[in-house]
């Protein structure tokens, strides 16, 4: 049952970008989408996720909104910091590998979570291990693994837990 779940979620979901991107509700292109969203739903739609129906809790939609500016808010942070030592090349940086430990458990929480890492300048996700993520920094500041979790994944993981898990 969660196969087909999945599958028709994926469907649901492309269709609905479909319409977006196209802007036109024609026959034509309705069937176009339709038929290319169906192809997606089946090759595709079991990567999608394994419990289609926690989708449909409204909660989860609260806290991606709630997501979304925190995100931001970090991402316009890091730029400036990655923009004034690109300004001040005398700022001592100190580059290196760190290891966090995140809580997250599902595949998706930790793919969410390592993109939000390494869309925000100065932070890379170079690997995911388990419940270890190692972590280019562009200045070390910590390298005990709690410090730097909370440090690093801190602001996004407890909002992610919320949307994904």
Do not use: Q
Request: net charge positive; with cysteine.
């Amino acid at each position: 049952m969660a196969r087909h779940g999945s599958r028709l979620l994926g469907f649901m979901l492309a269709m609905a970008i479909w319409l977006l991107l196209t802007w036109r509700l024609d026959a034509a292109s309705v069937v176009v989408g339709v038929l290319a969203s169906g192809a997606a739903a089946i090759l595709f739609g079991e990567l999608l996720t394994v419990y289609p129906w926690k989708a449909l809790k409204p909660s989860r939609y609260f806290w991606f909104l709630c997501y979304v500016p925190v995100f931001l808010w970090e991402m316009v942070k890091a730029n400036l910091d990655v923009a004034y030592r690109v300004m001040h090349p005398m700022l001592p940086i100190n580059p290196g590998l760190v290891k966090i430990k995140t809580k997250l458990k599902s595949d998706i929480s930790k793919t969410v979570l390592a993109n939000s890492i390494t869309l925000t300048p100065g932070t890379m996700t170079v690997d995911i291990k388990g419940d270890e993520l190692y972590v280019h920094w562009i200045d070390v500041r910590e390298t005990d693994v709690e410090k730097a979790t909370e440090a690093i994944a801190g602001r996004f993981e407890k909002i992610i837990a919320r949307v994904f898990e």
